[in-house]
Nanobody, 121 residues
Framework: QVQLVESGGGLVQAGGSLRLSCAAS????????MDWYRQAPGKQRELVAA???????GYADSVKGRFTISRDNAKNTVYLQMNSLKPEDTAVYYC???????????????WGQGTQVTVSS
């Protein structure tokens, strides 16, 4: 079993910054991909940023130049640095990971519990 625990959400004014963290623990051999998604009220969940174990990263157009995803493979942790936040960034942010399980050696996917980010205007 693998757990993803997120932290770092909160309330911030427009133009401010927040840093989200997501730590994976459990029966892990490796984590090929760690991603951040978000879901605003009444909207579908959308991919915000993704990063491979080798550090290749990709971003949604709406956050390019403002958000930076990074990871610490030794700690099985992914980060999302969010700068120049806008009210439209308000959402629940979810961590998602594709994990090679040490029990089955299969690729399995997991979601974190989500962390609320609220940006006031």
């Amino acid at each position: 079993q693998v757990q993803l625990v997120e932290s770092g959400g909160g309330l911030v004014q427009a133009g401010g910054s927040l840093r989200l963290s997501c730590a994976a623990s459990g029966s892990i051999v490796s984590i090929p991909s760690m991603d951040w998604y978000r879901q605003a009220p009444g909207k579908q969940r959308e991919l915000v940023a993704a990063i491979s174990s080798g550090g290749n990263a990709g971003y949604a157009d709406s956050v390019k130049g403002r958000f930076t995803i990074s990871r610490d493979n030794a700690k099985n942790t992914v980060y999302l640095q969010m700068n120049s936040l806008k009210p439209e960034d308000t959402a629940v942010y979810y961590c998602y990971a594709i994990v090679i399980s040490s029990r089955s050696f299969r690729e399995l996917s997991y979601w974190g519990q989500g962390t609320q980010v609220t940006v006031s205007s």
